[in-house]
T-cell receptor, first 114, second 113 residues
């Protein structure tokens, strides 16, 4: 059973471009969480999705950021018109159910904005 | 390859018992160390972190952790647990450049009243 898969592992974008980060949860997991880690800081919650639904997006910036988790395919975190401050590691985690279930983390996508 | 090991997968304690959760990592360079907690139904929260300085760090809710460089360890401790400490605990290690970050598999703590 493959773990949580994130790709790409490293993503380089120029200011103003779009970044798409993908997360394939573990098999059988229908809950996905996205976290951002800025250098030398802890993880910051961004968004929590269940298949086809956004459950909690309280940690998402109001502009330029969006997330989806379609019925088929991976969850996508999309950042439009990236700026240097978006440079960070973005982690995805999945769980089979909400509430107390253990999270399984992907290895992250390191986004660098030039 | 770099990795983070949490040896205790599931720990059950009675209230007022002392807690120590093990965390070992394999990475030869300078690291930043973290402990996170996930309470039932909630998101991850940062318990404490170590970047440099005093290897004994204190976090929220009475938790502390000690960085022992020679042992590549960052064990989490609490002198007296409470029922409300029932949660999943994750150790994490980041490289000092910030571009690599690894999680342990987590330890489930159940505190019995």
């Amino acid at each position: 059973n493959a773990g949580v898969m994130q790709n790409p592992r490293h993503l380089v974008r120029r200011r103003g471009q779009e970044a798409r980060l993908r997360c394939s949860p573990m098999k059988g997991h229908s809950h996905v969480y996205w976290y951002r880690q800025l250098p030398e800081e802890g993880l910051k919650f961004m968004v929590y999705l269940q298949k086809e639904n956004i459950i909690d997006e309280s940690g998402m910036p109001k502009e330029r950021f969006s997330a989806e988790f379609p019925k088929e395919g991976p969850s996508i975190l999309r950042i439009q018109q990236v700026v240097r401050g978006d440079s960070a590691a973005y982690f995805c985690a999945s769980s089979p159910r909400q509430g107390g279930e253990k999270l399984f983390f992907g290895s992250g996508t390191q986004l660098s904005v030039l | 390859a770099q990795s983070v090991s949490q040896h205790n997968h599931h720990v059950i304690l009675s209230e007022a018992a002392s807690l120590e959760l093990g965390c070992n990592y394999s990475y030869g360079g300078t690291v930043n160390l973290f402990w996170y907690v996930q309470y039932p139904g909630q998101h991850l929260q940062l318990l404490l972190k170590y970047f440099s300085g005093d290897p004994l760090v204190k976090g929220i809710k009475g938790f502390e952790a000690e960085f022992i460089k020679s042992k590549f360890s960052f064990n989490l401790r609490k002198p007296s647990v409470q029922w409300s400490d029932t949660a999943e605990y994750f150790c994490a290690v980041g490289t000092n450049t910030g571009n690599q970050f690894y999680f342990g598999t987590g330890t489930s703590l159940t505190v019995i009243p």
